[in-house]
């Protein structure tokens, strides 16, 4: 009895050293995950593919994407906002979701991106693509421009959906030039991508991963750059002008970034850890060198506070723009 009381006691004295020694596992000490808050193929899902990839050896645990798609990208970040704050679930969130859809779904948005994901760093910045069916006769931005003030609302603008950045770069550069264009919204670039192949509309503003495809082959023809300066890391867009050239005083200059976050309350040394490791793959050659003839160019912010603060200001941004636009979700 007494050897056996003794053998008790013994294991019961070793537990409590045994708790502190397990939940100090050094993070991260599992696999993660990143959710891609959109559907698989598109330009979001290939950046989340690629980071993934060159996360696994550099956390030395296996990344997987998650795809969770639905309203506007906001289902998935909800999914990640309510996750465990642990450091294992990240999203891969777009300007639309992080700054411009409270905006847009104005009575539905099911979250604060700001208050209810932490910011961790930007992977990749892009802008958008002005093309328009190759049979169309315009060849340059200001052909398109006084076409479509001689004859007002006879020319259509596809977009991936209202209140998108396709959507908002137009409305922005129908105000700055005066033009009248039609907006057609469908449901995803991938549609209006189609109709404008078979020429039902007339031109569309989208990122440049997926038209670059159809530029290259003939089919689309490049006619300005959403961004206010021309973009050199994709060879066959090196002449096209951005706005700054175009329309001087409209300030219009943009941007489609995705960046890395977690949910807020996620212990701070497990966000550094996290922001230290996407930084290191984004500065990498090798993603760099896969991003680029995509249409897109690796980003990092210098400490997760940073991307805290522009997105602070790509708040008041986008918010403007969609005010301006008359958009809503709801």
Excluded at 44 to 57: E, F, H, W, Y
Excluded at 276 to 283: E, G, H, L, R, Y
Aim: proline content about 8%; hydrophobic content about 40%; overall charge positive.
């Amino acid at each position: 009895m007494t050897i056996r009381r003794r053998t008790l006691l013994g294991a019961a004295a070793a537990t409590p050293l045994a708790i502190p020694a397990f939940a100090q596992a050094p993070f991260p000490s599992r696999p993660l995950r990143i959710v891609v808050p959109f559907a698989p193929g598109g330009a979001v899902d290939i950046t989340g593919r690629l980071l993934a990839d060159r996360l696994q050896p550099v956390l030395g645990q296996n990344v997987v994407v998650e795809n969770r798609g639905g309203a506007g990208g906001n289902l998935g970040a909800d999914a990640v906002a309510k996750a465990d704050k642990d450091g294992y679930t990240l999203l891969l969130g777009s300007v639309s979701i992080m700054a411009a859809n409270k905006y847009l779904f104005r009575k539905s948005m099911p979250l604060d991106p700001q208050a209810d994901l932490a910011p961790v760093s930007r992977v990749t910045t892009g802008t958008v693509l002005l093309v328009v069916n190759a049979q169309r006769p315009w060849r340059t931005f200001a052909d398109l421009v006084a076409a479509a003030k001689k004859d007002p609302g006879k020319y259509t603008m596809g977009s991936s959906g209202t209140g998108t950045i396709s959507h908002l770069t137009m409305s922005s550069v129908n105000r700055a030039s005066g033009m009248e264009i039609t907006h057609v919204p469908y449901r995803g670039g991938g549609p209006a991508i189609s109709d404008l192949l078979a020429g039902n509309i007339d031109m569309m503003f989208d990122v440049i991963p997926a038209l670059m495809p159809h530029v290259r082959e003939g089919r689309f023809r490049a006619l300005a750059v959403g961004s206010a300066d021309r973009i050199s890391y994709v060879p066959e867009l090196k002449d096209v002008p951005g706005m700054k050239e175009l329309l001087p005083n409209a300030g219009i200059d943009m941007q489609s970034w995705y960046a890395i976050n977690v949910p807020t309350g996620t212990p701070q040394p497990v966000v550094d850890k996290l922001h230290s490791a996407v930084v290191q793959v984004t500065k990498s050659e090798d993603f760099k060198s896969r991003l680029e003839p995509l249409g897109f160019t690796p980003i990092w912010d210098e400490t997760p506070a940073a991307y805290g603060e522009y997105l602070k200001q790509q708040d008041a941004l986008w918010k403007r723009l969609v005010e301006q636009s008359g958009a809503t979700l709801d």
